[in-house]
């Protein structure tokens, strides 16, 4: 309930002070960025794992230049909705890295991710 003035008014808050929507998108915020973080190092331990010898970001990169060189008019979504491709781009994937036990997932939730944010 908002604090009222002795006459029945509802006193303004300061508008300096920090409102409730703004802690809660802050904390949001935040929150996003702590779980990017978590995902990067997620997919880095990943790659270490399956002795992958690119960065997150060049990994990323090679998934992006991949799919417009395979598929120039899929979108990712458009990728995704279609098993038979998204099969043969994630062997794609694993030929060029020469890797063969590199998990579908691993190669296309990045893709995804990537779409997502910037």
């Known amino acids: 309930m908002r604090p009222r003035e002795s006459d ?8 300096t002070e920090p409102r409730e929507e703004d802690a809660s998108a ?4 935040e929150y996003l960025e ?11 331990d990943a790659l270490t794992m399956y002795e992958v010898k690119l960065s ?4 990323k990169t090679l998934l992006v230049d991949r799919l417009h060189a395979l598929y120039p008019s899929f979108s990712v979504d458009e990728l995704l909705v279609r098993p038979r491709e998204a099969v043969e781009f994630c062997r794609s ?10 998990p579908d997932d691993m190669i296309l939730r990045p893709l995804l991710n990537s779409r997502k944010s910037p």
């Open 8 to 15: 029945g008014r509802i006193r303004r808050s300061d508008p």
């Open 26 to 29: 802050m904390a949001s915020v």
């Open 34 to 44: 702590r779980r990017k973080a978590l995902f990067v190092a997620r997919l880095s």
């Open 56 to 59: 997150v970001d060049e990994f």
């Open 93 to 102: 994937i694993r030929r060029t890295l020469g890797n063969f036990d590199v």
